[in-house]
């Protein structure tokens, strides 16, 4: 049980026995005046001791009325303070419910950034990994072409070697189409 609710629950207690005593005190003075006032009956206030009586009448309807007024009151203080921890009961349960969500909210929104670093974390090492192999490839490429520009002797040498191979493939061609010329005159001449 909270702070407020046993303080309420003294209070509450207080009240039942103030009420109690209160109720009772109201009875016994409408009691008496109820008594009096058949005893003394009408004529109270024509004898010597009718005065008395009117003044001990008066008093009594005094008490009674204040009675009556405290009654209310404390019955007011009661209503005002059951109200008061309803309120607050209302208000603690909706903080609680108010925590409990943004708990929640938190907790979720912290598991999506944990996955959201997991899922960078893998990215980060894929392109690392992608990148590692585009580097490598550059360095292959770069070693193949990068070797500096040919001299002019190399140049020079290296279309010499083309012309003596294309040199060599022309006379091997003109040698073959010979004999086949060679072949196919004699195959005709036989023929004919």
């Known amino acids: 049980m909270g702070e407020n609710a046993r303080i309420r629950e003294e209070e509450h207690t207080a009240f039942v026995q ?19 006032r058949e005893h003394f009956g009408p004529g109270m206030n024509g004898d010597s001791s009718g005065g008395a009586v009117g003044g001990i009448l008066g ?5 009674e009325s204040d009675v009556s007024k405290s009654l209310v009151q404390v019955q007011e203080h009661e209503d005002a303070a059951q109200e008061s921890l309803e ?8 903080a609680a419910a108010t ?9 979720s929104t912290g598991t999506t ?13 894929t392109a690392s990994d992608e ?24 140049r020079r040498a290296r279309r010499e070697a083309e ?14 189409t010979a004999l086949l010329q060679k072949h196919g005159h004699a195959a005709m001449t036989s023929r004919l």
């Open 18 to 36: 103030t009420k109690a005593d209160l109720e009772q005190g109201l009875e016994g003075t409408q009691t008496a005046i109820r008594i009096l």
């Open 59 to 63: 008093m009594l309807e005094v008490v």
């Open 87 to 94: 309120q607050i009961t209302h208000a603690n349960e909706i």
């Open 99 to 107: 925590k409990e969500k943004d708990i929640e909210y938190r907790e």
């Open 113 to 125: 950034l944990e996955r959201s670093m997991s899922e960078d974390g893998t990215d980060h090492a």
């Open 131 to 154: 990148l590692k192999a585009v580097l490598k490839y550059q360095e292959v490429i770069r070693s193949q072409c990068l070797h500096g520009p040919e001299s002019y002797e190399q």
């Open 163 to 176: 012309l003596d191979g294309l040199k060599e493939a022309l006379e091997v061609l003109n040698s073959q």
